[in-house]
């Protein structure tokens, strides 16, 4: 260590650090150790006793592996309906919103201005089946006469899109606002078709928007258990909801811990694949 | 533009691409509308429900028009306490978190050191792992050592700690468009680093920390799931709202939501037309 601060006397950038990584470290690093010693215990509450419970993780998958599954695929389908719903509005707001642009960008932003619980209780009002959404539905005979949207999977994974759709759509128009329009000239100047334009020069020019949108949406959205608890039924559940009523209604921890642990495990591995191919001083800005 | 040079295959296409484009054009714009009422669609619900006077417990279905939610919007039992708890909360964290954040951007942007992609991953990771791995670790923290107890003090912790890197993120933004020279100017013209720090460094950041410290304070008044997992017995409005969401919500909080919007809208609003009139005079001003 001594030759090390020899070698480098430049200390400065280790105290303008210091005081925040301590935080981090201590509350953000240190607990993931103690959600790890906590996975690992055995015992019922509050007489838990730490003895490398190793077998908490295969019990818990095995007993939850529907709720990953629905969480998985709740998460990929919002995921991928945001993408499609964010790319048009974005490349019209990049491409064709002139100087009001920011304007229309915080219209994106607008609903996290709305308190996150309240904003899907809103959907509560919207989807009621005394509402209008439901009556046009009925009308044209989307839907039977006595089926409604509230407390279905349609009602949980659209819940899920709309709360995470402002994730998606930012990082996909910084890259798309990104683009020199020079590029599309030249693409035109070259008989590219307009379609083919966007094939070839839009579209792979927006890719680190796109993983990044996909990223910053599906991350939250595995661990979501808010729309499912308010939008859904049991039958939605997901493992968030799990984890929140082991830790904070059944008290117990071991089994809570493992599953949080498993989630951020199965997020962190498929995180590592993507810094992989991106580089990590990419991923971390 | 270019395209004179070669009219005879150009033109033919011409009639049907510009129709096309038109058509595109038009579509896309539509559908631009379509989705910004999408997005908004909530938003004007929780305000025209504040108006509401629900007949029964629940204000899901448009009743009558009154002012009285707004009036009264602290007539529900505890939620005048939440709301300020939230705010209190907000105010604390933002302000702790914006100096660890500020000092940690400067480090990590000025500096060339050991560590240095580490310390990126360690500001990043907070911002990629699921609330709810968070909140549900940091609560392992507390369960398993005695130092704590649950309540604001575990709150605030908390929230500083998710928030922080938000800072960082927005901070360094501004810090790596920041032109040194000036503070060289001010080394050169005889000023320590102190005052270069205090009258050069700081005044320009500003923008950078108020965006950070704005997000922090939007991040930590908005959070349920970290929160919830480390209140204890404390609420703070989004707690209170799950609490109540359970039973039933009262219009009057819809009026402290709207509220929270409208003043946060005005804000955002306000430095979207400051850019706006500022890009203009810089156009105006350019020869």
Do not use: C
């Not at chain 2, 993120?169 to 005052?195: P, Q, Y």
């Amino acid at each position: 260590m001594g030759a090390f601060f020899h070698r480098h006397p430049g200390l400065t950038p280790y105290l303008l650090l210091a005081p925040g990584l301590a935080w981090l470290g201590l509350f953000f690093l240190v607990p993931l150790g103690y959600l790890a010693y906590q996975s690992l215990q055995s015992g019922v509450y509050p007489g838990f006793e730490f003895s490398w419970e190793v077998s908490n993780f295969p019990d818990a998958l095995s007993e939850y592996r529907e709720h990953f599954q629905r969480s998985f695929l709740y998460a990929g389908i919002a995921t991928s309906v945001s993408l499609l719903l964010a790319y048009p509005l974005v490349y019209w707001i990049a491409f064709r919103a002139g100087p009001w642009r920011n304007l229309f960008l915080l219209a994106i932003v607008a609903p996290f201005f709305v308190s996150y619980l309240i904003r899907t209780l809103a959907w509560l009002n919207i989807l009621a089946d005394e509402g209008p959404v439901v009556g046009l539905l009925r009308d044209i005979h989307v839907l039977g006469a006595d089926e409604g949207v509230l407390f279905t999977t349609l009602a949980v994974v659209a819940g899920i899109t709309y709360n995470f759709f402002p994730f998606m759509a930012l990082p996909l128009y910084v890259s798309l606002e990104q683009i020199d329009p020079r590029l599309l000239e030249a693409a035109k100047d070259l008989y590219a078709s307009p379609t083919q334009a966007f094939l070839r020069v839009t579209l792979p020019l927006s890719a680190p928007g796109i993983v990044a949108g996909t990223l910053l949406t599906f991350i939250p959205a595995a661990g979501d258990f808010i729309n499912a608890e308010l939008l859904g039924t049991p039958k939605q559940q997901m493992i968030g909801n799990v984890i929140q009523a082991k830790f904070l209604e059944s008290l117990d921890y071991p089994t809570a811990a493992s599953l949080s642990f498993v989630l951020m495990a199965l997020i962190v591995a498929g995180l590592l694949v993507y810094a992989r191919l991106v580089g990590t001083e990419k991923l971390t800005g | 533009m270019t395209t004179t040079a070669v009219t005879a295959p150009r033109a033919r296409l011409g009639l049907g691409a510009r129709a096309w484009k038109a058509a595109k054009r038009h579509v896309l714009t539509v559908y631009a509308a379509l989705a910004i009422v999408y997005l908004m669609l909530p938003i004007a619900v929780v305000i025209l429900f504040s108006f509401n006077e629900p007949t029964g417990r629940f204000n899901y279905v448009w009743q009558e028009f009154t002012l009285d939610n707004w009036v009264n919007w602290d007539s529900v039992l505890g939620l005048r306490e939440s709301v300020v708890t939230s705010l209190e909360i907000g105010v604390l964290a933002t302000l702790v978190a914006t100096v660890l954040g500020t000092l940690m951007a400067m480090g990590i942007v000025r500096y060339a050191f050991r560590g240095r992609g580490a310390t990126n991953v360690l500001v990043f990771l907070p911002m990629s792992t699921p609330e709810i791995v968070l909140g549900a670790s940091l609560l392992t923290l507390f369960l398993n050592t005695s130092v704590f107890t649950l309540g604001f003090w575990t709150i605030f912790i908390a929230h500083v700690m998710f928030i922080v890197s938000f800072i960082v993120v927005t901070v360094k933004a501004r810090l790596i468009g920041f032109d040194r020279h000036l503070e060289e100017a001010a080394m050169d013209l005889g000023a320590n680093e102190w005052t270069t720090f205090r009258k050069i460094t700081l005044p320009l950041l500003a923008p950078g920390i108020l965006a950070g410290a704005l997000l922090g304070f939007a991040l930590s008044i908005d959070d349920f799931v970290i929160t919830y997992f480390n209140a204890g017995g404390e609420q703070t409005f989004p707690v209170f709202v799950w609490g109540i969401a359970r039973v039933s919500v009262p219009p009057q909080v819809n009026v402290v939501a709207s509220a929270i919007f409208l003043v946060a809208i005005a804000i955002a609003l306000g430095n979207v037309l400051w850019q706006y009139r500022a890009a203009r005079a810089q156009r105006q001003g350019a020869p």
